[in-house]
């Protein structure tokens, strides 16, 4: 069965620090990956998302992820973060050709001013 | 252009009670996944509608059920309540067959909770 760890559950960053959030899942097969995003009193929204192709996902607001096969690993990157984007991240992942998505635990970012 | 809406937003039941939960998919939807999202976990898959029929499903027990209607809403029933039913029920959806690589819209949720 298909597994995901977050292991960063809450994470404290000063505006313009850079951000990096883990994600590894466990899953020998081929993957789709995602990152969700839900902003305080905001329903879950796609940040980006990987599939195939080059394994540098960029997403919305400045994000990105790398998709490294032989890590299992998904992480979530920012150079830069600001205020707004304090929220709580979910990685997700999917086998290919299956619609079950499996969501890690998430990790809450507090960007302080 | 309506989003995912779901109702109602919050329920009180007490255990062994049914509950129905409901959901509108985005429009031009037509693939609707539900979720059970516990304090402080990330979002489980319950199951998805897709032509009216259940096209997979999670590891919830048979309490849980469903149905996609022609207008691609969806219902999730859950009889026999238990306390560790309390939780935010997600309703997620998905264009035109829902393939694994679609991204998914989330609606605001039903928050259930089970005295």
């Known amino acids: 069965a298909q597994s995901v760890s977050q292991h960063n559950h809450h994470v404290i960053l000063s505006e313009a620090a850079s951000l990096e959030l883990g994600c590894n899942y466990s899953?020998?097969?081929?993957?789709?990956l995602f990152w969700y995003v839900q902003y305080p009193g905001q329903h879950l929204q796609l940040l980006l998302k990987y599939f195939s192709g080059d394994p540098l996902v960029k997403g919305i607001k400045g994000f990105e992820a790398e998709f490294i096969k032989s890590k299992f690993s998904f992480n979530l990157r920012k150079p830069s973060v600001q205020w707004s984007d304090t929220a709580e991240y979910f990685c997700?992942?999917?086998?290919?050709?299956?619609?079950?998505?499996?969501f890690g635990t998430g990790t809450k970012l507090q960007v302080i001013p | 252009d309506a989003g995912v809406t779901q109702s109602p937003t919050h329920l009180i039941k007490t255990r062994g009670q049914q509950v129905t939960l409901r959901c509108s998919p985005k429009s031009g939807h037509d693939t609707v996944s539900w979720y059970q999202q516990a304090l402080g976990q990330g979002p489980q898959f319950i199951f998805q509608?897709?032509?009216?029929?259940?096209?997979q499903r999670g590891n919830f027990p048979d309490r849980f059920s469903g149905h996609q209607f022609p207008n691609y809403s969806s219902e999730l029933n859950v009889n026999a309540l238990l306390l560790g039913d309390s939780a935010l029920y997600l309703c997620?959806?998905?264009?035109?067959?829902?393939?694994?690589?679609?991204?998914?819209?989330f609606g605001p949720g039903t928050r259930l909770l089970v005295l």
């Open positions: 509608y897709y032509e009216e029929e259940e096209r």
């Open positions: 997620a959806s998905s264009p035109v067959a829902g393939g694994p690589t679609e991204t998914q819209y």
């Open positions: 899953y020998g097969g081929t993957v789709n």
């Open positions: 997700a992942v999917n086998d290919k050709g299956y619609q079950k998505v499996t």
